[in-house]
């Protein structure tokens, strides 16, 4: 099973099969983002059986975009509200930690608490983002460097 982009920017999910003529190709499942739908529909095609984990890793391999599930999907809108200051009731907020603490694998790095409020941008403001930032870089001024003495030619002869 294998992962295919079309011409027209949607994906293919295949599999191979052999056939007295020779090794064939059957398309399962045609997806623009591939979602547990699609994984079920071309589960319901297969004719061996299909690992969900497997069809996402192909998918991922190949660069196929990935829907995210419903519990990231509310984990970034919820990032993206408290970005904006917009927290939920104490007792709500109490609820959510106490449910995240016990499945806590190790606490987050700077890095990715920085990132936090991005999770959730669509690729325009991401994009709207770079190319400001691009532009910044642009308009910076130029390192001076300090006028320094070549390094000295290295003349060989004979010895």
């Known amino acids: 099973m294998y992962v295919v982009p079309r011409k027209n920017g949607s994906w ?4 191979s099969v052999t056939t007295a003529a020779g090794p064939r190709s059957r398309t399962l499942a ?4 591939l979602t547990p739908e699609t994984i079920a529909r071309a589960r319901d095609r ?9 069809v996402r890793r192909a998918a991922a391999r190949a ?4 829907a995210a599930s419903d519990a990231d999907a ?3 809108q919820l990032l993206e509200e408290l970005a904006r200051g917009r927290a939920p009731r104490p007792m709500l907020r109490a609820l959510v930690a106490d449910a995240l603490d016990s499945t806590r694998e190790r606490t987050p790095s700077d890095n ?3 990132v936090a409020p991005w999770v959730a941008a669509s690729a325009r ?8 930032l691009l532009l910044l870089a642009d308009r910076l001024p130029s390192p001076r460097t300090p006028p320094g003495r070549p390094f000295p030619r290295i003349a060989s002869g004979a010895a």
């Open 63 to 66: 660069g196929a975009p990935i």
């Open 12 to 15: 293919e999910l295949r599999e």
């Open 112 to 114: 990715a608490r920085a």
């Open 74 to 76: 509310a984990a970034a």
């Open 46 to 54: 297969a004719t061996v059986p299909l690992d969900p984990a497997a």
């Open 30 to 33: 045609s997806f623009r983002t």
């Open 125 to 132: 403001e991401r994009g709207a983002a770079l190319r400001d």
